[in-house]
């Protein structure tokens, strides 16, 4: 979501530089081809690392910025340093909704109980939904500081080209043209429930045994000996499909014929799911963060960690008559073009920044 809402800033009002925690990866690089710069500390930890630290420091001062935005847990933290030790504006973005900090690893539930503390001495926090700015003001977090902006999605590139998605996808892996496709969509994480999703399937295969199932994301591909065990011993190897990560969703999204969501917590506003539905793909997501809100009226809400709630919102779709299914697909993309359009949400980034920076040089 950063490399898209810095693809559409107007270019003419707003320069920008991005400070990287970590090492050179595949959206950094994307970043720089965009002619931005970008500089990486390669770090796993901010505060034991004075080297590091004085980089940061040293970036800052070279670039001498009017805000400073921080974008998820760590570089909210580490923004809020250099912001402080520069009298800068900064604001904040959080990417995540906290159910229970039991389900966190020890150290984000760390840096999200430092947030509470240190949330009093930043401009803004900006949240990508509702809930998860509930969620942290419940934990300490600075309610008149909030501000909520979710994620916006590409509706030139996220289109509804269903025949040419489903010939790439088939003639990839070859599945039959009359299969049911149902797409999931997620890094492996135990917050996502890969094994709801699965569970799910099996439940739905004894009714409609001509469903197949595409699991796309870092980590979910035949290594993951977890989840290939999972659907052996459901008697699913025939009809799963894992395709780890790819850099084409946009080619593949639009060959679904319904997309979920199995999340059992953490998720804040999926971008796979509005990806999905500006494709024109129905979706049934779990109540978990934002999701409700994203889809609407236009696809299914179960509650999480219920396969059985799960495979029965996957039939009810499925038993729609095709132009039926057609229609509820065209109504996400409606929704997401009337609500949610990467436009208009960079839109309420720039009228954010701009406000900031106004109320500074008064």
Partial sequence: MLHQLLSFLKKEKFKTFVICLSKEGKIGKLMEEMGINVYYLDIKSLFVNPLAFNKLINYTKKISPDVIQGWMYHGNIAGMVAGRLKNIPVLWNIRHTPYFLKDEKISIRMLIRLGAFCSRYIQKIVYCSAVSAEMHQVLGYSREKTVVIPNGFDLQKYRPDRNEARTVLFEKKGISKKAFLIGHIARYHPMKDHLNFIKAAGILRRQHPDARYVMIGRG????????????????????????????????????????????????????????????????????????????GNTGK???????????????????????????????????????????????????LYNTIENNNTK
């Fill in 220 to 295: 979910v591909d035949h290594k993951n000996s977890i989840l290939m065990s999972k659907i052996d011993q459901l008697g699913l190897i025939d009809c799963f499909y894992l395709m780890g990560e790819t850099d084409n969703l946009h080619l593949i999204l639009p060959a679904f014929d319904l997309v979920a969501s199995s999340s059992a917590w953490g998720e804040s506003f999926p971008l796979a799911i509005g990806e999905a539905m500006s494709c024109g793909v129905p979706c049934v997501v779990t109540d978990i963060g934002g999701s409700a809100d994203l889809v």
């Fill in 301 to 351: 809400v179960v509650p999480p960690k219920n396969s059985q709630a799960l495979a029965a919102a996957w039939t009810s779709i499925k038993n729609l008559k095709p132009e039926e299914r057609k229609k509820m697909g065209k109504s996400a993309r409606e929704r997401i073009a009337e609500h949610f359009s990467l436009e208009s949400i960079v839109l309420k980034y720039e009228e």
